[in-house]
């Protein structure tokens, strides 16, 4: 078996193991969506409360102040029916009219926050609805996700041990070829190794699947006759399908 036959068959396993590892991949890609969706309503909900508690300590504060203040004017009007004269009455009710509007302001800006409070709350349970669906979400991909790697793991342990004896018996220097465009080029194929296509077996058109460059027939010979053949010019592994081989074989005879 040529060299370039050895590399097709590692290759054609890890094609496969690619295509088994893509399913769990997206799996998990799918689940580690939901994941960053839900962190991300959490932070948006722990956020909200956190204000719901600060404008709440605020509105609390001013409510005692509101309250320091009617206890104040309380205090002021038992004094005004106990005023001896006209003027002592005036002062008190001057004081008086002073605290109401001080008080009046209080109390609209205590109305304003608890609105405003009460619009976070609001938010915050659209985001807690939100959460729970998400949560179940979560939940169904994180099944899914389990049970696609329990369904591939005795297929992709069967052939990981059958590229590792596929392996063992290819040369290391092209080994080292293969491992470097595979490294290279990770899940694109086209990459690391790529078919001639016979265009016109009479007239040598041939070209490389990969970058379509024609090929001239010297490199189609090399590769016939069991050499490790590239493309010229982008390098990639080539080989030839079974068929088309078979194909030139006939015509030679």
């Given at each position: 078996?040529?060299?370039?036959?050895?590399?097709?068959?590692?290759?054609?396993?890890d094609q496969q193991i690619r295509?088994?590892?893509?399913?769990l991949k997206t799996a998990q890609r799918f689940l580690d969506t939901q994941e960053r969706?839900?962190?991300?309503?959490?932070?948006?909900?722990?956020?909200l409360q956190s204000q719901i508690r600060q404008l709440s300590a605020s509105a609390a504060n001013i409510e005692g102040e509101a309250n320091q203040l009617q206890l104040r004017i309380d205090s002021l009007r038992e004094k005004m029916n106990t005023s001896r004269t006209n003027k002592?009455?005036?002062a008190l009710l001057v004081e008086v009219n002073t605290l109401k509007i001080d008080k009046g302001k209080l109390d609209e800006e205590a109305l304003g926050l608890m609105a405003k409070i009460e619009?976070?709350?609001?938010?915050?349970?659209?985001l807690e609805s939100q959460m729970s669906e998400r949560k179940g979400i979560r939940s169904v991909a994180a099944t899914e996700r389990d049970q696609r790697s329990g369904e591939i793991q005795d297929r992709l342990t069967e052939l990981q041990k059958q590229r590792e004896a596929i392996v063992a018996?290819?040369?290391?220097?092209?080994?080292?070829?293969?491992n470097e465009r595979l490294r290279k080029f990770g899940d694109n194929d086209e990459g690391?190794?790529?078919?001639?296509?016979?265009h016109d077996v009479r007239r040598h058109e041939f070209t490389c699947s990969a970058c379509q460059t024609h090929l001239p027939v010297q490199t189609l010979n090399a590769l016939l006759k069991g050499s490790l053949t590239r493309c010229a010019s982008c390098q990639v592994i080539l080989y030839i399908e079974e068929a088309d081989a078979e194909r030139l074989s006939a015509k030679q005879k």
């Open positions: 078996m040529s060299v370039t036959m050895q590399l097709l068959r590692v290759f054609r396993v295509g088994l590892q893509s399913r969706q839900l962190n991300d309503l959490s932070t948006r909900h722990a956020s002592e009455y005036q619009e976070l709350r609001a938010e915050a349970a659209q018996q290819v040369p290391a220097d092209a080994l080292a070829l293969y690391v190794m790529a078919a001639i296509e016979l």
